[in-house]
């Protein structure tokens, strides 16, 4: 044999480092991160040995070196293949605008308490989308370079203006034959005017179908009231209508978070499994949580809902052994940026911010936002992030410093703090939010309740990750 | 690389200008080993827990701790702040050591982007 | 197991039938593969086999004669290999095989020795794989290598394979190309894969190569310029990181030059396949291995996680590098799971599926060439048997401890 075992190994200050971000996640416990977010736990021991070129721990080094993490001088492929995931990783940023959310009416029955938006049965021309404005914001999202477009419906409840999801749904359609891309429908309704009209236009065009379900009955009816106090079992009967006319695939629930979810995780779980919901989005806020400036907004309580997040992936952990393959969204999300190249495309957790070039939306009276949360604000007084009019240009909306301004204030990779942290590859920036609570769009990241927030998320994962090898296979298959 | 306020009692805490009743929470670092950058960042870092004021005192930096809370612990709060700076001071050691190939990698990812070509850069 | 060395009988054979390639053909086919030849003109490379005293058509270039045994029968004057006609009334030369190669048929291709006492099969038409080897030089040294290398000039083998490609029967479908290290001839070999692009360009190729050349961006575009369309490098990659690799295959810098290689080819969309030898040293990097793979090179065609033959340098190389099937299915199974929920074609090649974890079983390829895998007495009675590739004869007495007949 004419190289030794020991040839290869490196001596002390025998590498360099490579450009790498640490977090201290427990007392003897760090994670180290690559520039895409690849890791490594270490002790802080091993850090500072690691750091200063005195490890002899040749087990650890290879361990590093096929990180990237490490180096040996004058090496260049880790550089290339650093560059290469780098690239992939940004491979959909020109492809811009993938969601176009249309608010075809404000009108609701429902009157769920954490709305802001949503108007009751008022005359229907006040407050519903009318055909030219819907056409106009079409001829918009047509304009954007991405191959796929997803055109959602929302509201109010957008079955309350129907005949409009029809048009809309047609004149895509019709327009998408000279441009040839991907096209999605997805109706956001609460299912309670779900009928066999409704429901024959939604298989014959493929539309998928987004709603609520925030738990169990008393919890998902005290959040969501409506004449007849029966919006848990109309939700219920809708999904199930749903799941057989259309496929099970074909529907999907959302929760929103509020205080009374909290310590009924587990419950929320077993609802949605009851249901054969295979997704569960354990989602961070309630929608309008951040907007309450002062008393939800940055002292929003994280902590507790840690500790939901924490019991409801248990949960759902659980049921997997159990052989009922459910899935935590956001999990599968984050997991897909951490163990994966690929783009989960989710707007709410990407940097640049999603704002205007993840998602848009064309309010029903023709203003353009960057954002739902942006609309909402707007709804209380605040319309920073209105981008323009369906009457505006595409150039104008889309170059507009409304828009410019704070996507590049808020990136991440030159925010203070942000640009340091291990986490910064599985983050995203939320221009809105930290607007919202802390008055600007970068946000100081030590005092806001977004960051730690998914501080809390990303450590809880990586330290089942860390220990767990069942979940660490889980989190595996969620992020393919 | 350790901050010269690091160990307790050293006789590294100055007594405060216009110390109010209770003796305040005070850290000197010898500027020769903790540059200005490192503490201002550290401050910003443990903003939830305190706020920190920093001047010039002879050849040291003396910060003085706020705690934000009440039931905060002195030396706790002073742990944390001293251990802050040190990962702040590590930070920026790695950074400066790896910045020239963290400028290789971006150089090379965005070599090839239509974005870059677009642009009409080089 | 198939023989693929034998003797042969032919004094006094000199001339076009020595040191040369045929094709073997019956008699039955000489409309199709004699055109226009006859005595005066025999054709080259075609040679006629014969059983059991069947008449010789004329116009072959050579006669084999099946079913006896080799050496002078008496009583026959002049019985084998003279040249020209009229010889005992054969229409050319004569070649008496030896019992071991009774398993000839239409469609194989021979190799004649100079002195023509030796037939070496190259190509056998009804083998699931067949493989050329193109030189023992090597700028490896894989402490398991099958193959080990040797220094001197054997430019001869690329000439030889290229007339066995000329000869290939119509019907072939794949072939693989191996050393040593084909791309050391940089030169030789890419005018080997023009010449099978124009003589048989339905062929589906394998080349077998450490991949370190491909890190030359020029021989990798004129390599991808050639424009076989069914051609795929299947290279070694034993770590997810230089130290541990470098030490396995005995070369600084091969791991950096392997994968740059592997990163050239993918650049062209060549295709490449990963093979990973499954040993001692690899076993713990294994699942590493397989993730790196996903996040580094997730563009490859497949992977191919092969199990040790036990010949060559593994052989005074077994401590280092021997390890038993049986004790190493966890990392085995856990590198398959992250390979195969990735979405990456994983195939196991080269093991006895009693050792293997039966999760890997569909996973796993039958794969050990037919002239060189043997059952034990044992797998009589198994009921995997005709699933499975048996073990390498090559490995002798090296083999796991667990093997087992599977009820």
């Known amino acids: 044999m004419k190289l030794e075992r020991a040839a290869t190994a490196l001596p002390r200050h025998g590498w360099q480092l490579l450009p790498l971000r640490f977090h201290r996640i427990d007392a003897d416990s760090v994670v180290l991160t690559n520039l895409v977010g690849e890791h490594v736990f270490v002790t802080p021991d091993e850090l500072r040995t690691v750091a200063d070129g005195t490890c002899a721990d040749q087990e650890l080094l290879a361990r590093l070196r096929a990180a990237h993490l490490v180096q040996v001088p004058g090496e260049t492929l880790p550089a290339e293949l650093l560059a290469i995931k780098l690239r992939t990783r940004m491979r959909r940023l020109p492809d811009s605008t993938g969601l176009h959310i249309f608010v075809v009416t404000l009108r609701c029955e429902h009157t769920c308490r954490y709305c802001q938006v949503s108007r009751q049965s008022a005359a229907k021309s006040e407050f519903d989308m009318t055909e030219e404005t819907a056409r106009r914001a079409l001829e918009l999202a047509f304009r954007s370079p991405s191959p796929q477009l997803k055109v959602e419906f929302q509201g109010g409840e957008p079955l309350l203006n129907f005949p409009l999801v029809r048009w809309i749904t047609a004149e895509a359609n019709r327009m998408n034959q000279e441009h040839g891309k991907d096209l999605t429908f997805v109706i956001a309704t609460n299912l309670a005017l779900l009928d066999e009209e409704i429901l024959g236009f939604c298989a014959e065009e493929q539309i998928h179908i987004s709603t609520s379900l925030d738990g169990p009955q008393d919890l998902h009816n005290g959040n969501r009231r409506r004449p007849g106090r029966d919006s848990w079992q109309q939700a219920v009967a809708g999904i199930r209508r749903v799941q057989e006319r259309l496929g099970e695939d074909r529907v999907s629930a959302l929760m929103t978070t509020t205080e009374a979810s909290l310590g009924r995780a587990a419950e929320i779980i077993d609802t949605y499994a009851g249901l054969g919901l295979r997704g569960v989005f354990l989602r961070p806020v309630s929608p309008y949580g951040f907007a309450l400036r002062g008393r939800g907004g940055a002292n929003y309580d994280v902590g507790r809902w840690l500790e939901f997040y924490r019991a409801g992936l248990d949960r759902i952990v659980e049921l997997n052994r159990q052989g009922v393959p459910m899935v935590e969204m956001y999990a599968a999300i984050i997991a897909k940026k951490m163990l994966t190249n690929a783009d989960p495309g989710y707007v709410d957790l990407t940097s640049p911010a999603g704002i205007g070039i993840g998602a848009l939306v064309y309010n029903y009276d023709g203003d353009i936002y960057a954002s739902d949360e942006g609309r909402m604000l707007a709804e209380m007084g605040d319309r920073t992030f209105r981008l323009g009019t369906v009457r505006d240009s595409y150039a104008d909306i889309m170059l507009s410093d409304g828009l410019l301004n704070p996507l590049t204030e808020s990136i991440t990779l030159s925010a203070p703090m942000c640009a340091t942290c291990a986490f910064e590859p599985y983050c995203g920036a939320d221009p809105v939010f930290h607007h919202a609570t802390m008055g600007d769009f970068t946000g100081h990241k030590a005092l806001s309740a977004f960051c730690r927030r998914n501080m809390g998320v990303f450590t809880l994962l990586l330290r089942k990750i860390r220990d767990d090898p069942y979940f660490r296979d889980l989190l595996w298959r969620w992020a393919q | 690389m350790s901050p010269a306020g690091g160990v307790p009692g050293a006789g590294a805490e100055a007594t405060g200008a216009g110390a109010i009743g209770a003796a305040e929470i005070t850290l000197a670092f010898d500027q020769a080993t903790v540059d200005l950058d490192a503490l201002q960042r550290s401050a910003y870092v443990v903003a939830a827990e305190m706020t920190v004021d920093i001047r010039v005192c002879g050849a040291d930096y003396v910060c003085t701790l706020f705690p934000r809370r009440q039931d905060t612990r002195d030396e706790d709060l002073k742990h944390r702040f001293r251990a802050e700076v040190n990962d702040q001071i590590l930070r920026a050691r790695i950074a400066k050591e790896t910045e020239p190939l963290r400028n290789l990698v971006f150089a090379l990812a965005f070599s090839q982007t239509g974005l870059a070509d677009a642009e009409g850069s080089a | 197991m198939l023989k693929l060395m034998g003797r042969a009988d032919a004094t006094g054979l000199a001339g076009p039938a020595a040191d040369d390639v045929w094709r073997v053909c019956l008699p039955e086919d000489a409309d199709n593969d004699l055109s226009g030849a006859d005595e005066e003109a025999p054709a080259t490379s075609v040679a006629c086999l014969l059983r059991d005293e069947q008449d010789a058509p004329p116009g072959y270039g050579l006669y084999l004669m099946a079913g006896h045994e080799a050496g002078m029968r008496p009583g026959m004057p002049g019985v084998a290999g003279s040249r020209g006609p009229g010889v005992s009334g054969m229409p050319g030369p004569v070649l008496r095989l030896g019992p071991e190669l009774a398993h000839l048929d239409a469609g194989d291709i021979i190799h004649v020795s100079g002195d023509g006492r030796r037939v070496t099969v190259l190509w056998k038409n ?17 402490l398991m290598c099958s193959q080990p290398p040797k220094d001197r000039d054997d430019a001869w083998l690329f000439d030889r394979a290229r007339k066995v490609i000329s000869l290939l029967p119509p019907g072939a479908r794949a072939l693989s190309l191996t050393g040593g290290e084909p791309t050391l001839h940089a030169d030789a070999l890419l005018g080997l894969l023009e010449h099978c692009k124009r003589v048989a360009p339905g062929l589906s190729l394998h080349l077998l190569s450490n991949g370190r050349r491909f890190a030359d961006p020029q021989f990798t575009r004129r390599y991808a310029a050639v424009g076989l369309t069914d051609i795929m490098a299947g290279i070694p990659v034993y770590a997810p990181e230089p130290g541990l690799h470098d030490f396995i295959v005995q070369a600084v810098g091969a791991f950096n030059e392997t994968v740059h290689g592997i990163l050239n080819l993918a650049s062209l969309g060549q295709a490449v396949e990963i093979r990973v030898v499954v040993q001692r040293h690899t ?25 040790l033959e036990m010949t060559g340098l593994a052989r005074p190389n077994s401590p280092l590098v021997w390890a038993d099937p049986a004790d190493y299915q966890g990392e085995l199974a856990e590198a398959v799971d992250i390979l195969a929920t990735a979405g990456i074609a994983t195939r196991i090649y080269n093991h ?9 079983w569909p996973y796993a390829v039958r794969s050990i060439s037919d002239w060189k895998n043997d059952y034990l007495d044992i797998c009589r009675t198994c009921s995997v048997r005709d699933a499975c590739g048996g073990i390498f004869t090559t490995s002798g007495n090296r083999l796991s401890q667990h093997l087992r007949p599977v009820p």
Do not use: K, W
């Open chain 3, 352 to 360: 006895q599926l009693c050792v293997l974890d039966r999760r890997l």
């Open chain 3, 283 to 307: 076993v713990p990097v294994l699942p590493g291995l397989a993730a790196f793979i996903v996040r580094n090179l997730p563009f490859v065609a497949q992977v191919a996680l092969m199990g």
């Open chain 3, 126 to 142: 009804s083998a699931r794989h067949n493989a050329l080897l193109l030189t023992e030089q090597c700028d490896n040294y894989c």
